[in-house]
């Protein structure tokens, strides 16, 4: 089964701060890369995704991602953090089939 | 307004009882899919259906039923076997390669 980890559990920050949050996975074969996030008392939504060309992909609120193949890496970036990113972060990796494997996820809190 | 609904938000039961948590799409997605949340654990894939009257097991299955009777539900049955229900338990549904998620049902048990 494919393994998901996040290397940080929590992760404490001063708005305007950069925001990284590492991500790896086991699988070697070809894969599809999420990030999701889930603001307190919201739903799990998605921030981005990755399947195929540019490595460096953006999505919403100002969060990119950068695939790297060899390293077997999709870590999360966001240049300045807003009190308004406090969240749990997740990412998730597909393999072939259907199912989703997400890491355990990495608390962000951002002091105002 | 088309989503996931999940219902009951909060859930309470006793020990020992079966107890049956609601999953509705109105998305038309043909994948739906049932998730375990705990801290620290990320979330973990407890059964899942591509089509109707099909379903697979995940990786937590034990101790839990689904039933997939129609496109648009997806209910989920915590047996009594299950040995620490207690969770937050998140349904999803999916078309080609995204999963979209309802809010969640907290379940408690006592």
């Known amino acids: 089964a494919q393994s998901v980890s996040q290397h940080n559990h929590h992760v404490i920050l001063s708005e305007a701060a950069s925001l990284e949050l590492g991500c790896n996975y086991s699988?070697?074969?070809?894969?599809?890369l999420f990030w999701y996030v889930q603001y307190p008392g919201q739903h799990l939504q998605l921030l981005l995704k990755y399947f195929s060309g540019d490595p460096l992909v953006k999505g919403i609120k100002g969060f990119e991602a950068e695939f790297i193949k060899s390293k077997f890496s999709f870590n999360l970036r966001k240049p300045s953090v807003q009190w308004s990113d406090t969240a749990e972060y997740f990412c998730?990796?597909?393999?072939?089939?259907?199912?989703?494997?997400f890491g355990a996820g990495t608390t962000v809190t951002v002091r105002a | 307004d088309g989503g996931i609904t999940q219902s009951p938000k909060y859930l309470f039961r006793k020990e020992g009882q079966n107890v049956t948590l609601s999953c509705e799409q109105n998305?038309?997605?043909?994948?739906m899919y049932w998730y375990r949340q705990d801290p620290g654990q990320g979330l973990r894939l407890i059964y899942y259906s591509q089509i109707v009257n099909d379903f697979q097991k995940g990786d937590i299955a034990e101790g839990y039923s689904v039933s997939r009777e129609k496109k648009e539900s997806f209910p989920l049955t915590v047996t009594s076997a299950q040995k620490n229900p207690t969770a937050f338990y998140l349904c999803?549904?999916?078309?080609?390669?995204?999963?979209?998620f309802g809010p969640g049902t907290r379940l408690t048990v006592l």
């Open positions: 998305l038309n997605h043909d994948a």
């Open positions: 998730a990796v597909k393999q072939n089939d259907y199912k989703l494997s």
């Open positions: 699988y070697g074969g070809t894969v599809n």
């Open positions: 999803a549904s999916s078309i080609l390669h995204e999963q979209f």
